[in-house]
């Protein structure tokens, strides 16, 4: 496992902080019931928050391992990480301003990801390592100040931040990145920025009902943001337009028991200029633009309680996303999947978790590419309140959507823990 400079400096600094704090702290470091590997610093942090200032560092680990391939005979293995540390301020609490919070948050990946390496993967147009990508680097990933108004209706937030983070919004447990987090921004990635990508951008939300609400946001198109060195860019020097989307969302709860469920419908239009790629010749390509623009749809629904108690049970869950074939190599993409909670009455916060997607290639254009398959199955050990580790295997067939293309399996594990 090689590990960077920085990540093997936090690892020895946390260590000399737990020495140094033994005596006093001895109780609460490393207790599974805690929330934070370090423990509650003897009280002072859950007073921190009490009083509005909720500090945060995490770190995510991903190994993955190439474990056969049908032509490809070489068997590499990759690990890729991220640190991330923020701030949560309940600015009510800290200043008086009402309905007021705020979010600061710095990141750093790195690492290697197997799907750059492997020639059993090459062109893979998921990746078998979804922690790794957008520049190993250090970005401002979030800088926003949120205020709701209207007896809390109405709810508006600015700063810097990614699409990701409101809209087509989706979790990532899973290490394949085609099942894992919002999808627009993998298959639109040119102007759609997730995680840990941030550009100046505004969202309005104003909730309809306890249980839906329809947002709206604009989001600089900055490809500056993307260069390693520029993860602390403030300049909108560079700036090419806007993304645009609109979201509705619907958080019903079913059933005598409640059962919690979230349903997404949403557009997205650019105003920056993309190249078209539909109906004209090479030569044309160049000198013809359009707008990329597109739809998607998200369903996650618990379907069932495990022996009346609805915090475990099965959930089911459905990704579609359509992209506009003139300007987008990926027409569309779909994923779905199955996440069981709570199946054994001994590790009741374990779930076990399949999902497979479909990622559509514009092959009127590219020729040749059709559609590539992604498959993974995981179990979720909750080993402690603060770390879950999630071992996994993953199938990919047809890598890159090459009609006689490659498939592989892969091996991964992926650990998540916070401080």
Known sequence: MNLSPLTKAVYT???????????????????????????????????????????????????????????????GTEYADQIALGAHLDLEKIAGWKDTEAQITVTERNGRNLSNTS??????????????????????????????????????????????????????DFQNLALC??????????????????????????NITPEVYAQVGAYEINRENLSRGKGFNLSTDGSEGAMIPAEVVWTPKLGAQKLPGEYRAGYYYSTADAKIFDGVTPQELQNQTDHHQGGWVVAKQ????????????LTGFVNVTVHDSKTNEKTDMQNLGLVYKGAMDSRPKDEIAVGVARINMNDDVLGNRSQEIDAEIYYGLHATNWLTIRPNVQYVRHVGAYKNGENAWVGGIKFSTAF
């Open 181 to 206: 987090g919002s999808q627009v921004g993998n298959w639109v990635g040119d102007e759609w920025y997730n995680w840990p990508v941030s550009q100046w951008a505004a969202r309005v939300k104003y």
């Open 302 to 313: 618990q379907l069932t309680a495990h022996k009346g108690d609805a915090s475990r049970g």
């Open 13 to 75: 600094s946390l260590a000399a902080l737990l020495l140094s704090n033994t005596a006093t702290h001895a109780a609460d470091a490393f207790s599974a019931e805690s929330p934070w590997m370090l423990g509650d610093w003897n009280g002072q942090r859950t007073e921190l928050q009490q009083k509005g200032v909720d500090f945060s560092f995490g770190y995510t680990g991903e190994m993955a391992t190439l474990l056969d391939a049908k032509k490809s005979s070489s068997h």
């Open 119 to 172: 020639d059993a993967l090459n062109g893979h147009l998921s990746s078998a390592q979804e922690v790794w990508g957008r520049g190993q680097t250090w970005r401002l990933t979030d800088f926003w100040i949120k205020k709701k108004f209207l007896d809390q209706k109405l709810d508006v937030k600015v700063g810097r931040f990614g699409e990701g983070e409101d809209f087509n919004s989706f979790d990532c």
